[in-house]
């Protein structure tokens, strides 16, 4: 049996409890992603508890993706003043299907800044004014309906 947010004393009054997907991820209830989660529920005030209600039709355990992998040069884009890049998406995605994409960058600078949201398809070309002859750093996160990946294994590119 679980309480809301795992508290036998826990009042829940707004007729939802949310519960940590830690907590289902480690002992004793073990979870993985694909796993399906069936929620039971009793309502209890001083003097009873209710019948319980019928089993709700289930949730499935879907997390983060893996970050995106095979991040390469496009020599048909990139030139002395942009640069184009693909990559392809790891096999597990978290169980839910990839929405867009994140890129962020590197100029040499040492600072990452934000390059573009919502990037779709898995290729992607600068639009920012680029110097020729310098190195450009690209990371990559993968979308789903969870959240963000981590970044991706970086792809140092030369403008040229």
């Avoid at 184009?84 to 867009?100: E, K």
Wanted: charged letters at 15%.
């Amino acid at each position: 049996m679980f309480y809301c947010n795992g508290l036998d004393s826990e009042k829940v009054t707004d007729r939802y409890c949310t519960i940590p997907l830690l907590t289902l991820q480690d002992n004793p209830y073990n979870l993985v992603q694909g796993d399906s989660v069936v929620a039971i529920v009793t309502a209890t005030n001083l003097y009873l508890e209710g019948p319980a209600s019928l089993p709700g039709s289930g949730a499935i355990i879907v997390l983060v993706p893996n970050p995106p992998i095979g991040l390469a040069d496009d020599t048909l884009v990139t030139n002395a003043y942009r640069i184009g890049f693909t990559w392809n998406d790891d096999i597990n995605t978290g169980g839910s299907p990839i929405i867009s994409y994140r890129i962020t960058y590197d100029g040499s600078t040492g600072t990452w800044s934000t390059l573009a949201i919502g990037v779709m398809p898995r290729k992607y070309m600068t639009t920012v004014t680029l110097t020729p002859r310098k190195d450009y750093t690209f990371k990559v996160e993968a979308l789903n309906s969870v959240g963000y990946s981590l970044t991706s294994a970086s792809i140092t590119i030369l403008c040229a």
